[in-house]
């Protein structure tokens, strides 16, 4: 059972939508909050200020974006937090001292044409910093600070179909590029179809070598989500040496007792894709991973799950990237070949962090 933390309430209990509730001159006040984690950090600092003298109802109070944007922000437990910040800072500068109220529907159109116009955005980037807009406005929205939506009946951007993934031969070129432990990383990816933030996120303490599967905690709830490890998956792990100095499995290279950001994984596959001449993201290694289990089989619910999706609509999107390669269905033992067509074997139980691939007879 999930701990409870102080002055903070689930309303309807199990609907995963939480309130902050202080007591101030007798009355009780709610302030909706995005998650149990936000919940706690913003409960201390409303309970410092009625200490200090310094609370002052929202509701009663004008409150400008940047300010609204530096509340959501606060204790955030997104599983991509540093986009969210990004994002969130944006519109911090762009329309940061406008007061939510004064926030139009045509104010947001205008800036969205603009970003598109100035050809420097692409359709979905515009598309992420818009979501997170109508994140914050909703958040207000709720909590009353605003009467209504101004990004209602707003329509988004058409995007692009660009799901694609790695073939063998992408991933061929791809291994002879990089050093044991950036392949490691990115076979990793693979084998477990995770996000990078989870990926980085991902510590020790959420590795269970005898179930041989992964915890990976769910941002808007106290719940987890069980990722199955694969042999090979398992292989990588024990390669490691982070086991022996750090918490987190793909510990910072300079301070190990910090995690690696996922940024800087990202960018360095940027480069290495650059220089393989191949168009892509870390991302595809998710793509890649999910539709080699449909290549292989793998049934479509099962795959969803272990992406995590809420519905399987969303899994579904992967289905035409299969269509066209049913006969060249994949080995199950591993989900990448090396340069011979062989499947890579992770050498298991070495700390040495050399020779960690090797190939199968």
């Given at each position: 059972?999930?701990?409870?933390?102080?002055?903070?309430?689930?309303?309807?209990?199990?609907?995963?939508?939480?309130?902050?509730?202080?007591?101030?001159?007798?009355?009780?006040?709610?302030?909706?909050?995005?998650?149990?984690?936000?919940?706690?950090?913003?409960?201390?600092?409303?309970?410092?200020?009625?200490?200090?003298?310094?609370?002052?109802?929202?509701?009663?109070?004008?409150?400008?974006?940047?300010?609204?944007?530096?509340?959501?922000?606060?204790?955030?437990?997104?599983?991509?937090?540093?986009?969210?910040?990004?994002?969130?800072?944006?519109?911090?500068?762009?329309?940061?001292?406008?007061?939510?109220?004064?926030?139009?529907?045509?104010?947001?159109?205008?800036?969205?044409?603009?970003?598109?116009?100035?050809?420097?955005?692409?359709?979905?980037?515009?598309?992420?910093?818009?979501?997170?807009?109508?994140?914050?406005?909703?958040?207000?929205?709720?909590?009353?600070?605003?009467?209504?939506?101004?990004?209602?009946?707003?329509?988004?951007?058409?995007?692009?179909?660009?799901?694609?993934?790695?073939?063998?031969?992408?991933?061929?070129?791809?291994?002879?590029?990089?050093?044991?432990?950036?392949?490691?990383?990115?076979?990793?990816?693979?084998?477990?179809?995770?996000?990078?933030?989870?990926?980085?996120?991902?510590?020790?303490?959420?590795?269970?070598?005898?179930?041989?599967?992964l915890s990976i905690p769910l941002s808007k709830s106290n719940?987890?989500?069980?990722?199955?490890?694969?042999?090979?998956?398992?292989?990588?792990?024990?390669?490691?040496?982070?086991?022996?100095?750090?918490?987190?499995?793909?510990?910072?290279?300079?301070?190990?007792?910090?995690?690696?950001?996922?940024?800087?994984?990202?960018a360095h596959f940027k480069r290495i894709l650059r220089k393989?001449?191949?168009?892509?993201?870390?991302h595809v290694l998710r793509h890649t991973g999910a539709t080699?289990?449909?290549?292989?089989?793998?049934?479509?619910?099962?795959?969803?799950?272990?992406?995590?999706?809420?519905?399987?609509?969303?899994?579904?999107?992967?289905?035409?990237?299969?269509?066209?390669?049913?006969?060249?269905?994949?080995?199950?033992?591993?989900?990448?070949?090396?340069?011979?067509?062989?499947?890579?074997?992770?050498?298991?139980?070495?700390?040495?962090?050399?020779?960690?691939?090797?190939?199968?007879?």
């Amino acid at each position: 059972m999930a701990k409870k933390s102080p002055g903070v309430v689930e309303r309807p209990r199990g609907s995963g939508k939480f309130y902050v509730r202080i007591k101030h001159h007798g009355k009780e006040r709610l302030t909706r909050v995005a998650s149990r984690a936000q919940g706690k950090a913003v409960y201390t600092r409303l309970r410092a200020e009625i200490l200090e003298g310094r609370y002052q109802p929202e509701r009663v109070r004008p409150i400008t974006l940047k300010t609204w944007v530096d509340r959501c922000l606060e204790g955030s437990a997104n599983r991509d937090k540093a986009h969210e910040e990004q994002r969130s800072k944006y519109w911090s500068t762009i329309l940061g001292n406008r007061l939510l109220s004064e926030i139009t529907s045509e104010d947001i159109r205008h800036h969205q044409a603009k970003m598109l116009a100035s050809g420097d955005w692409k359709p979905s980037t515009v598309n992420r910093y818009m979501s997170a807009l109508r994140r914050m406005l909703t958040l207000a929205l709720n909590d009353g600070k605003i009467l209504r939506h101004p990004m209602k009946g707003l329509k988004f951007l058409p995007e692009e179909q660009r799901d694609h993934y790695f073939s063998d031969e992408a991933l061929k070129k791809i291994y002879t590029l990089m050093d044991p432990q950036a392949w490691r990383e990115v076979h990793f990816a693979i084998e477990t179809c995770l996000r990078a933030s989870e990926q980085y996120g991902l510590k020790w303490a959420n590795v269970n070598f005898d179930t041989k599967h992964l915890s990976i905690p769910l941002s808007k709830s106290n719940k987890t989500r069980r990722v199955p490890l694969s042999e090979q998956a398992l292989s990588i792990l024990r390669s490691l040496d982070s086991a022996l100095e750090s918490p987190w499995v793909f510990p910072d290279t300079i301070d190990p007792l910090k995690p690696k950001h996922p940024y800087h994984a990202g960018a360095h596959f940027k480069r290495i894709l650059r220089k393989a001449g191949m168009p892509g993201n870390w991302h595809v290694l998710r793509h890649t991973g999910a539709t080699r289990r449909l290549l292989a089989g793998v049934d479509l619910v099962t795959v969803s799950k272990i992406l995590g999706h809420r519905t399987i609509q969303t899994t579904m999107r992967y289905l035409h990237l299969v269509q066209d390669h049913m006969a060249s269905a994949i080995n199950r033992g591993s989900l990448v070949l090396d340069q011979t067509g062989k499947n890579f074997q992770v050498q298991g139980g070495t700390k040495s962090g050399t020779n960690v691939v090797t190939t199968s007879k």
